[in-house]
C-alpha cells in the first residue's frame, strides 16, 4: 500500500524556535491535512490543504502556524515560534477526492518536543 | 461538545481471547463511523468504516464493528487477539467533512 513519509521522525526544539514538520503525501493525492495528538489526548485536526489552497482550518491553528507546497511533492507545517504546548505528535494525512467518505492515509507521525 | 467517547484508556487481553473495544458518539445525523488503530512507530491505520446500510461491518486483520444506532455506538471487536493486535485504537467520527477522533483506547495483550 502506498504511504505517507514525514521526516523527522523526532524534533526537538527550544520555546521560541522555528520549526518546520515535512511530509511526503501519496503521489497522486490531492488533499492534504495535519492533525496533532498531545500526549494523552485525541488526535485534533489542524488543517485541510487542496489546490495550494488552506480549505479550513481549525481554532488551533492561529497566525503562529502556517502549511506550504514548495514544490509540488512536500507538504510542510511551519510553526513560527514554539511554544511549550506545541509539544505534540504530528500526522501527516492525504487523500484522493477529500472528504471524510474517503480514506485518508496517515504519516507516522512526527514528535516535536519544545523544550 | 465531545463527539466520540472512548471510555476505556486502557484494555489488556489475553492472547486468544476476545476483544471488544467501546465508542460512543454524539452527533445528530447519521454519522460516517471509524476505526484507526495506530501501532507502535506506526502512522493512524483505518481498520474499518461505517456510512449506511449493513450494521456489521467487516474491516481488516479480522477486525468488526457493529453501529447501534439506539445505543449511539459504534464497538469494535474481534473474536481472537494476536499479539500483534497491541496498539493503541481510537473511534473517530466526521463531522463538518472533518475526522473528529476520540482519545483512543491502548490495548496490551497477555501472553
Known amino acids: 500500500e502506498p504511504e505517507v513519509t514525514q521526516t523527522p521522525s523526532h524534533q526537538v526544539t527550544q520555546m521560541g524556535q522555528e520549526v518546520i514538520l515535512r511530509c511526503v503525501p501519496i503521489?497522486?493525492?490531492?488533499?492534504f491535512y495535519w492533525y496533532r495528538q498531545i500526549l494523552g489526548q485525541k488526535v485534533e485536526f489542524l488543517v485541510s490543504?487542496?489546490?495550494?489552497?488552506?480549505?479550513?482550518k481549525s481554532e488551533i491553528f492561529d497566525d503562529q502556524f502556517s502549511v506550504e507546497r514548495p514544490d509540488g511533492s512536500n507538504f510542510t507545517l511551519k510553526i513560527r515560534s514554539t511554544k511549550l504546548e506545541d509539544s505534540a505528535m504530528y500526522f501527516c494525512?492525504?487523500?484522493?477526492?477529500?472528504?471524510?467518505?474517503?480514506?485518508?492515509?496517515f504519516g507516522s507521525g512526527t514528535q516535536l518536543s519544545v523544550l | 461538545a465531545q463527539s466520540v467517547t472512548q471510555p476505556d484508556i486502557h484494555i489488556t487481553v489475553s492472547e486468544g481471547a476476545s476483544l471488544e473495544l467501546r465508542c460512543n458518539y454524539s452527533y445528530g445525523a447519521t454519522p460516517y463511523l471509524f476505526w484507526y488503530v495506530q501501532s507502535p512507530g506506526q502512522g493512524l491505520q483505518l481498520l474499518l468504516k461505517?456510512?449506511?446500510?449493513?450494521?456489521l461491518v467487516q474491516g481488516i486483520k479480522g477486525f468488526e464493528a457493529e453501529f447501534k444506532r439506539s445505543q449511539s455506538s459504534f464497538n469494535l471487536r474481534k473474536p481472537s487477539v494476536h499479539w500483534s493486535d497491541a496498539a493503541e485504537y481510537f473511534c473517530a467520527v466526521n463531522r463538518d467533512d472533518k475526522i473528529i477522533f476520540g482519545k483512543g483506547t491502548r490495548l496490551h495483550i497477555l501472553p
Open positions: 494525512a492525504s487523500n484522493l477526492r477529500g472528504g471524510t467518505n474517503e480514506k485518508l492515509f
Open positions: 461505517y456510512f449506511s446500510g449493513d450494521t
Open positions: 490543504f487542496y489546490n495550494n489552497e488552506i480549505s479550513e
Open positions: 503521489s497522486n493525492h490531492l488533499y
